[in-house]
């Protein structure tokens, strides 16, 4: 396939869109400090999203705990979170 089925890039876009919002008012919090910058924590974070996704429709034998932490985990780091006493918080 050459092309993408129409409206395919649009709604990819728009989910794109939706983090970088959403990045940019919890930068504005000073919840995240944006090590990576604005565009590429929010390229980041759509692979995180979308490698999550397929990992967890694929893999019926995961646990979502763990999945789940470990998401929100690589979320909080490639947007540099500032404080957090997240409990699902995966070790090393």
Known sequence: ???????????????RDDISRSLTAL???NII?????LETTTEM???ILL??????ASDK????????AALRQSLA???GL???????RVEA
């Open 27 to 29: 930068r504005q919090l």
């Open 33 to 37: 400090t944006l090590p990576f910058g």
């Open 61 to 68: 034998d995961l646990s979502v705990t763990v999945a789940t």
């Open 1 to 15: 396939m050459e092309q993408n089925p129409e409206g395919l890039s649009a709604i990819y876009h728009l989910y």
């Open 77 to 79: 780091l490639t947007a």
């Open 45 to 47: 974070h759509m692979q």
């Open 82 to 88: 500032v404080d957090s006493d997240d409990e699902n």
């Open 51 to 56: 490698g999550a996704a397929y990992q967890m």
